[in-house]
């Protein structure tokens, strides 16, 4: 199979420190682990980019590691691996990447891995730009009250609900990396009021973020929650925000506020939303990641027209960025340097 040559993009761009790969600097075998999607969407991407490795999935993949002839595998490209198939390979001796194809690594069980294999998450600045939309649509389709004209439309009714400006409107987003700056600077330029919470103060904002009211840490929570007509969460997942969406915060939001989930499912207690929505607390709720993926066709949250669920597409890698980053990472540890996106065990990120 011969190398594919593809055009420059703007997600190729992204990539830090990207290098072309060569047969020597190529792992053997790539492994793809995920127990809740299919990743053969990956392999054009690592076919071109790694035209020289063996890529190992599904039954193939299974069936190797059964026999134990699962010794050439070097990378582990992983989305909720099964810790079976995970152990079986950090036991063996040639595992020299563990990869995320997401921007954190809270689906994988660290605490199994040894800690000189390292483990990198995909840094990527165009999902930014995916994130920004999705936000800012959640936003807006509620405060517009455009979920009312979806249902007035389907009646063939002319009816007019309140507009209220933007200027009027409060948006909290907890969490404040870089996809979190870039919801806040595009909600801004919209003319919304916009504050941010983070667990440590944030130095140093980019431009556009000059509107933008801070808080941070657990003495300044309630101060940023109660000015939240609408909070966001983009916090990453850690042992310290698992369960951050708790009904004792949400009691601390204005009444009737929209909560916009667009981190992990872990961030929320979803039964404590189902007793905000019923008390009157939350009026309305955008949820695109959940603790069970898909959503069971019997959850409760298919059932409250206040609840509004997408499938976790609130923004994408392209994959041939995931390949990249893994050939970069890769390299790097092949030529005995540190990943430049290893992961902090201890912080989680």
Excluded at 85 to 114: N, R
Excluded at 131 to 150: E, G, L, P
């Amino acid at each position: 199979m011969s190398m594919t040559t593809m055009p420059t993009t703007d997600a190729q761009a992204a990539v830090p420190g990207r290098t072309a790969s060569h047969a020597s600097d190529m792992p053997r075998s790539i492994a793809f682990l995920s127990k809740s999607i299919a990743m053969d969407f990956l392999l054009p991407a690592y076919q071109a980019q790694f035209p020289a490795s063996r890529l190992l999935l599904g039954a193939e993949l299974q069936a190797l590691l059964d026999a134990g002839q699962h010794g050439d595998i070097e990378v582990a490209v992983c989305w909720h691996p099964p810790a079976a198939q995970l152990a079986q390979l950090t036991q063996a001796a040639g595992l020299q990447l563990v990869q995320s194809i997401a921007a954190g690594i809270d689906h994988i069980d660290t605490q199994a891995l040894p800690t000189s294999t390292p483990v990198c998450r995909i840094v990527d600045s165009t999902m930014g730009y995916g994130m920004t939309a999705f936000v800012s649509w959640a936003v807006i389709h509620r405060q517009r009250h455009m979920d009312r004209y979806v249902a007035h439309a389907a009646q063939r009714q002319w009816r007019e609900e309140p507009i209220i400006a933007p200027s009027q409107h409060r948006v909290g987003i907890a969490g404040l990396g870089s996809l979190g700056q870039g919801c806040a600077k595009a909600l801004l330029a919209m003319g919304y009021q916009v504050r941010g919470w983070s667990r440590s103060a944030k130095q140093d904002l980019p431009a556009g973020l000059e509107g933008l009211q801070t808080f941070h840490g657990q003495a300044q929570k309630a101060e940023f929650l109660s000015g939240c007509d609408t909070l966001v969460c983009l916090l990453p997942l850690t042992g310290e925000t698992q369960g951050f969406l708790d009904l004792a915060l949400m009691r601390q939001l204005p009444r009737g506020a929209h909560l916009i989930n667009v981190g992990r499912g872990a961030h929320l207690v979803e039964a404590d939303l189902l007793t905000a929505l019923a008390e009157g607390q939350i009026g309305a709720a955008t949820l695109d990641t959940f603790s069970a993926e898909p959503l069971p066709a019997d959850h409760p949250f298919w059932q409250d027209e206040r609840i509004l669920v997408t499938p976790h597409i609130a923004t994408r890698t392209d994959p041939r960025v995931i390949a990249q980053q893994t050939a970069h990472n890769f390299s790097r540890i092949r030529a005995g340097q540190a990943a430049e996106v290893a992961v902090d065990l201890g912080r989680g990120y």
